[in-house]
């Protein structure tokens, strides 16, 4: 069954970008979307097809999708973007998450 | 406003079977742009997608997971529903049910609060 991979952390100083990788064979020839969840909440939808963003999620979140490799980039990071970010992907009609990246602002 | 609520069991046995109702409201499950999915989520660890049903009641069930799952909806109730058989504590989790869109891709752009489901003699 098809797999994704993703870090399991990344530290970011605030104001700097910061950058989640999600890895996974032939990645780039599907769509790619990530969500944030925050302690004890829901996740939240950040980014679809690749690099879409839903009403009201900031701009400083970008996302790209090419080769094996779908990146979520989060632009001069604040303090409330800490925070579980998980991608997802979807292979034939079945459905795969990425482990998660616990991203520290510190 | 749309949101999604799961109801079921905070408590299940090990070997019993686990049903999960998804009521959804501000949409209608016989919008062909969507579904819904359920995926759970062990504490402290990732998300797993279990199956999803799509507004002409196609399913698709996680591949590990498929012999035990079965999902259903009822669409004048706005409600879906997954039944998971043969509970063990592995399968203690937060089950979420989330509104999935289905243009072009697969993702899930709304998302109810969760329940918290422990197996537990």
């Known amino acids: 069954s098809y797999e994704v991979t993703q870090p399991p952390s990344v530290s970011v100083s605030p104001g700097q970008t910061a950058s989640i990788t999600c890895s996974g064979d032939?990645?780039?020839?599907?769509?790619a979307s990530w969500y944030q969840q925050k302690p004890g909440q829901s996740p939240v939808l950040v980014i679809y097809?690749?690099?879409k963003r839903p009403s009201g999620i900031p701009e400083r979140f970008s996302g790209s999708n090419s080769g094996n490799t779908a990146t979520l980039t989060i632009s001069g990071t604040q303090p409330m973007d800490e925070a579980d970010y998980f991608c997802?992907?979807?292979?034939?009609?079945?459905?795969?998450f990425g482990g998660g990246t616990k991203l520290t602002v510190l | 406003q749309v949101t999604l609520k799961e109801s079921g069991p905070v408590l299940v046995k090990p070997a019993e079977t686990l049903t999960l109702t998804c009521t959804v409201s501000g949409f209608s499950l016989s919008n062909t742009r969507m579904g819904v999915s359920w995926i759970r989520q062990p504490p402290g660890k990732a998300l797993e997608w279990l199956a999803h049903i799509f507004s002409n009641d196609e399913k698709s069930y996680s591949t590990s997971l498929k012999t035990r799952l079965t999902i259903s909806k009822d669409t004048s109730k706005s409600q879906v529903v997954l039944t998971m058989t043969k509970m063990d504590p592995v399968d203690t989790a937060t089950y979420y049910c989330a509104r999935m869109s289905t243009v072009t891709t697969l993702y899930f752009d709304l998302w109810g609060q969760g329940t918290l489901v422990t197996v537990s003699s």
């Open positions: 997802q992907a979807t292979d034939s009609d079945t459905v795969v």
């Open positions: 032939k990645l780039g020839e599907k769509y």
């Open positions: 097809q690749d690099s």
